[in-house]
């Protein structure tokens, strides 16, 4: 069965500071594929990254990067020079492989970003 | 634009009442979700339909059902033997026939009265 851990509750910054968020999935699939997504104050979810398990390769998209290490289950979350708008609650999710022909995600229980001005 | 429409965003419920969540899209896609979201529990999937009448349990179905007439319209009943229903309910779709990212409605708050 998959799982995915967010040990992080809650994360309070002060804005420009480097912010990491953790993400720990298990899964005894080969195959699979994780995601993070950001729930701002108005509630709908909105898709930030998407990375499948043959691919290794960190990626940074602006100030955000994400480190992806199979070693050890782990896809973390990193805000370079956090804004106020950076505040919101961060899920990572874990999806193998399709489960009666249907790709069913499973959640982390999400970290809280409070970034003060 | 293309998107996923939840209403209403508030909603009350009575004791004993049955109450509907809608959740219409317009991408076109195939599948779709309900997942309940409570404060420090995560995303927890209710119902979930790959096609158009079909539908499957998720991992907290009981006192919840749901319909698929049609590709656009997935909407969730909240029935009386859901003893604990407050939360907040997001619907998502999703399209393509591989691992693809998941669109989100902006949620329903439901609350009993």
């Known amino acids: 069965a998959q799982k995915v851990t967010q040990a992080q509750t809650e994360i309070s910054v002060v804005e420009k500071e480097d912010v990491t968020l953790d993400c720990v999935y298990e899964?005894?699939?080969?195959?699979?594929?994780l995601f993070w997504y950001k729930q701002p104050p108005s509630g709908e979810l909105v898709f930030l990254i998407r990375?499948?398990?043959?691919?290794?390769q960190n990626e940074i998209s602006g100030r955000y990067s994400w480190n992806f290490q199979k070693s050890t289950s782990s896809f973390n979350f990193t805000i370079t020079a956090s804004q106020v708008v950076d505040s919101a609650v961060y899920f990572c999710?874990?999806?193998?492989?399709?489960?009666?022909?249907?790709?069913?995600?499973?959640f982390g229980r999400g970290t809280s970003l409070i970034v003060h001005p | 634009d293309g998107g996923i429409t939840q209403s209403p965003k508030y909603l009350f419920r009575k004791e004993g009442q049955n109450v509907t969540l809608s959740c219409e899209q317009n991408?076109?896609?195939?599948?779709m979700y309900w997942y309940r979201q409570d404060p420090g529990q995560g995303l927890r999937l209710i119902y979930y339909?790959?096609?158009?009448?079909?539908?499957q349990k998720g991992d907290i179905a009981e006192g919840y059902s749901v319909s698929r007439e049609k590709k656009e319209s997935f909407p969730l009943t909240v029935t009386s033997a859901q003893k604990n229903p407050t939360a907040f309910y997001l619907c998502?779709?999703?399209?393509?026939?591989?691992?693809?990212?998941?669109?989100f409605g902006s949620g329903t708050q439901l609350s009993v009265l």
């Open positions: 998502a779709s999703r399209g393509g026939r591989t691992n693809e990212k998941l669109f």
């Open positions: 899964t005894r699939d080969t195959t699979y594929y």
């Open positions: 990375r499948n398990s043959f691919d290794e």
């Open positions: 999710a874990l999806s193998e492989a399709p489960r009666g022909g249907s790709y069913i995600p499973t």
């Open positions: 991408l076109n896609h195939d599948a």
């Open positions: 339909s790959q096609i158009v009448n079909d539908f």
